[in-house]
């Protein structure tokens, strides 16, 4: 199954992909930077950078800067990655920023309800926003 996260809410995008790789689905995540996650923008940035200052840099947290890591270490919060089960759905699931070229023919699927009209109000920001902001170059 190959999703297009253009304009999917991330929560609810990685949760419906981690069910899916639960149950044996391969699944690739095409166009993570253009992701959203709902909330006041100010809010959202103050909390990354507050993860970013706690710990030590050689014991963590860590956080990924890329925007399709960023992708793929929320899908992970939603399996029981430590157990075979979800470490086994984990390596099922790839995430790609842009589109591949292996995958510029084929039908890409969106999530209905995922689509950020499902949000009440316009208050919203993107993955490559976060990233940027954190110091990546996506």
């Not at 069910?19 to 690739?28: N, R």
């Not at 166009?31 to 706690?54: D, F, H, P, R, V």
């Not at 014991?59 to 939603?78: E, H, L, Q």
């Not at 890409?108 to 309800?113: G, M, S, V």
Request: aromatic letters at 6%; proline letters at 4%; hydrophobic letters at 40%.
């Amino acid at each position: 199954m190959i999703i297009d996260a253009t304009d999917l809410i991330l929560g609810r995008m990685a949760t419906f992909a981690a069910k899916q790789a639960l149950l044996g689905e391969e699944i690739q995540v095409v166009n993570c930077e253009k992701a959203i996650m709902s909330g006041n923008k100010k809010t959202i940035l103050a909390k990354y950078k507050t993860k970013l200052q706690m710990g030590k840099p050689q014991k963590g947290p860590y956080i990924p800067r890329r925007a399709d890591m960023f992708v793929k270490r929320s899908i992970r919060g939603m399996l029981p990655y430590k157990q075979e089960k979800g470490l086994v759905a984990l390596k099922r699931v790839k995430c790609y920023i842009d589109v591949p070229e292996e995958f510029k023919g084929k039908k890409l699927e969106t999530i209905k309800n995922a689509n950020v009209s499902k949000i009440p109000n316009l208050k919203y920001i993107t993955v490559s926003e976060i990233c940027k902001s954190i110091g990546g170059k996506w």
